[in-house]
T-cell receptor, first 121, second 116 residues
Framework: AQKITQTQPGMFVQEKEAVTLDCTYD???????LFWYKQPSSGEMIFLIY??????QNATEGRYSLNFQKARKSANLVISASQLGDSAMYFCAMREKTRSNSGGSNYKLTFGKGTLLTVNP | DAGVIQSPRHEVTEMGQEVTLRCKPISGHNSLFWYRQTMMRGLELLIYFNNNVPIDDSGMPEDRFSAKMPNASFSTLKIQPSEPRDSAVYFC??????????????FGAGSRLTVL
């Protein structure tokens, strides 16, 4: 079963406007973390923002904010005042428990399929 | 810090050849991850290490894939023999295991593999 769902394969936004990229997740863990990464056309993966499941405030990092709705299991990324340089793929990821070869609990990041954001001038 | 360093950046090889991808994590990071990215399957976790010990290799597609981490500053992902369906971008990432920044992955630039 898909753990992270990004329903928007592509999004368009006008420069200087705000845009919301959707992400829903599925987990039975009480403690988990949600991440957003940006991948520009050059290919590198850039960490943007993190939200812990117990954090009561929505995370913010500059023009990025995470709209965390725990009951709905959604963690949407909001980019304010879009810039041309924001054009990229955006990936939502969740930290989840994984099995360990030696027993015990460990964690891994599972990524969604991504949303391609295009900022128009 | 120079970040996570991967080599080679690009590799073109023929089916049946052995491929070795290399990764140097950020100094002080004690978790290392190998991901594969394709258009069809997105980003898939292949294997990860904590303190040089393989923790979860359930994502390794088959026995042709193997990964090692002989010390805290070096890891390899080997494919032998390679097949065209192995063509992908392979990312190495590292993070702290605990504390601030735990599980925030820093990615390398990736190794683009093409198997003809």
């Amino acid at each position: 079963a898909q753990k992270i769902t990004q329903t928007q394969p592509g999004m368009f936004v006008q420069e200087k406007e705000a845009v919301t990229l959707d992400c829903t997740y599925d987990t039975s863990d009480q403690s988990y973390g949600l991440f957003w990464y940006k991948q520009p056309s050059s290919g590198e993966m850039i960490f943007l923002i993190y939200q812990g499941s117990y954090d009561e405030q929505n995370a913010t990092e500059g023009r990025y904010s995470l709209n965390f709705q725990k009951a709905r299991k959604s963690a949407n990324l909001v980019i304010s005042a879009s810039q041309l340089g924001d054009s990229a793929m955006y990936f939502c990821a969740m930290r989840e428990k994984t099995r360990s070869n030696s027993g015990g609990s460990n964690y891994k990041l599972t990524f969604g399929k991504g949303t391609l954001l295009t900022v128009n001038p | 810090d120079a970040g996570v360093i991967q080599s080679p950046r690009h590799e073109v090889t023929e089916m049946g050849q052995e491929v070795t991808l290399r990764c140097k994590p950020i100094s002080g990071h004690n978790s290392l991850f190998w991901y594969r990215q394709t258009m069809m399957r997105g980003l898939e976790l292949l294997i990860y290490f904590n303190n040089n010990v393989p923790i979860d290799d359930s994502g390794m597609p088959e026995d042709r894939f193997s990964a090692k981490m002989p010390n805290a500053s070096f890891s390899t992902l080997k494919i032998q023999p390679s097949e065209p369906r192995d063509s992908a971008v392979y990312f190495c990432a590292s993070s702290h295991l605990v504390g601030l920044g735990a599980n925030v992955l820093t990615f390398g630039a990736g190794s683009r593999l093409t198997v003809l």
